[in-house]
T-cell receptor
């Protein structure tokens, strides 16, 4: 099993640009999570999908952030326009819905906005 | 707001030492507590605890939960340099089984 796959692994962009992060969950997992990790705030849940449907987006910081899951094997997190305070490591995780506490994390995307 | 606090924030030990990492929590409708190990990349799942007083063990790592005092400890015996990582504690709470509130982690460094 390839595990959760994320791309790109690193992204450096200028303030105001659009950023799209990508995630492929583990095959067969029907829950998908996007997290953000910073030194100040630790690991925070941004959004949770179950069977491709967004269930909880209460952690999405503001309208500049959006996430989609068009099918069971792909999800995107978009930031438009990006700001320096968005700099963080963004993790995607997946799980079986009935075991949603046991989440498998991808390697993360380190985003730097200058 | 749910809160998970880990201590110490960082710890430096020598190979062979035993360490204890602490996690306390204040959450609504506690369901379970989880420990993750984060090396350079992604957190990896270690343990899930739901009942007080029952120790979970995996090799040199063990963990126990106290639901009355609202804390958990993670013990690592005979530490090795490969144990160097950030150890994250997370609590699943509320009406769902997916929402995890993470602590900020304990950075453990094991020197040879």
């Amino acid at each position: 099993d390839a595990g959760v796959i994320q791309s790109p692994r690193h992204e450096v962009t200028e303030m105001g640009q659009e950023v799209t992060l990508r995630c492929k969950p583990i095959s067969g997992h029907n829950s998908l999570f996007w997290y953000r990790q910073t030194m100040m705030r630790g690991l925070e849940l941004l959004i949770y999908f179950n069977n491709n449907v967004p269930i909880d987006d209460s952690g999405m910081p503001e309208d500049r952030f959006s996430a989609k899951m068009p099918n069971a094997s792909f999800s995107t997190l978009k930031i438009q326009p990006s700001e320096p305070r968005d700099s963080a490591v963004y993790f995607c995780a997946s799980s079986l819905a009935r075991l949603s506490y046991e989440q498998y994390f991808g390697p993360g995307t380190r985003l730097t906005v200058t | 707001e749910d809160k998970v606090v880990q201590s110490p924030l960082s710890l430096v030990v020598h190979e062979g030492d035993t360490v204890t990492l602490n996690c306390s929590y204040e959450v609504t409708n506690f369901r379970s507590l989880l420990w993750y190990k984060q090396e350079k990349k992604a957190p990896t799942f270690l343990f899930m605890l739901t009942s007080s007083g029952i120790e979970k063990k995996s090799g040199r790592l063990s963990s126990i939960l106290d639901k009355k005092e609202l804390f958990s400890i993670l013990n690592i015996t005979a530490t090795q340099t490969g144990d160097s990582a950030v150890y994250l504690c997370a609590v699943n709470s509320g009406g769902s089984n997916y929402k995890l509130t993470f602590g900020k982690g304990t950075l453990l460094t094991v020197n040879p």
